[in-house]
């Protein structure tokens, strides 16, 4: 079935370490996206990427990292600079263009990292 | 880059209440707006969205929202909730010049039986 898998779906870390979620689509999407989700703050955008090989920062990159070397991948980096990354962190995709069904965004089940 | 206001963070209603949550948003340029809706324990999920056309729009379950563009507002409504329709839901806007989609706080709803 066509979609998005994030894993791990839970995880843990010490301060100090970094950490990689990863985000797989087949959905055949231009555009990805990674949010965190915090309670009282909806959906807060860290990174989106538009086009393999390309991104751009959102409102709260700082302390995150990410790339696009594939069209259906777009891992997201926790790195120890971020100041307070006990979240639940969302993946999406989109088609992009200008059409009916852009726009709209397929998310996966979240990936909760929590650190001790 | 555009942000988004939601007016209220929880609203509690009775069933068959009337529903409407605001929605404000500012960008200059052309957007497509949405709401979204997450169930407990679910994903999130599209409820309606606003390309162009009728400023009026119909989603799943009954809801509705209308797209005012004088006053940069998408709110959301629904005439009966049910106890069901008890959820946290988001309002998202997306530039058509980047593809850069924001969401507001969110605004959950309790809906009591």
Not at chain 1, 61 to 75: H, I, L
Not at chain 1, 78 to 86: D, H
Not at chain 2, 51 to 68: H, N, Q
């Amino acid at each position: 079935d066509g979609g998005i898998t994030q894993s791990p779906k839970y995880l843990f870390r010490k301060e100090g370490q970094n950490v990689t979620l990863s985000c797989e689509q087949n959905l055949n999407h231009d555009a990805m996206y990674w949010y965190r989700q915090d309670p009282g703050q909806g959906l807060r955008l860290i990174y989106y990427s538009q086009i393999v090989n390309d991104f751009q920062k959102g409102d709260i990159a700082e302390g995150y990292s990410v790339s696009r070397e594939k069209k259906e991948s777009f891992p997201l980096t926790v790195t120890s600079a971020q100041k307070n990354p006990t979240a639940f962190y969302l993946c999406a995709s989109s088609r992009t263009g200008q059409g009916a069904d852009t726009g709209e965004l397929f998310f996966g089940e979240g990936s909760r990292l929590t650190v001790l | 880059a555009q942000s988004v206001s939601q007016h209220n963070h929880h609203v509690i209603l009775s069933e068959a209440a009337s529903l409407e949550l605001g929605c404000n948003y500012s960008y200059g340029g052309t957007v497509n707006l949405f709401w979204y809706v997450q169930y407990p324990g679910q994903h999130l999920q599209l409820l309606l969205k606003y390309f162009s056309g009728d400023p009026l729009v119909k989603g799943i379950k009954g809801f509705e929202a209308e797209f005012i563009k004088s006053k940069f507002s998408f709110n959301l409504r629904k005439p009966s909730v049910q106890w069901s329709d008890t959820a946290e839901y988001f309002c998202a806007v997306i530039s058509y010049n980047n593809n850069d989609m924001r969401f507001g706080a969110g605004t959950r709803l309790t809906v009591k039986p």
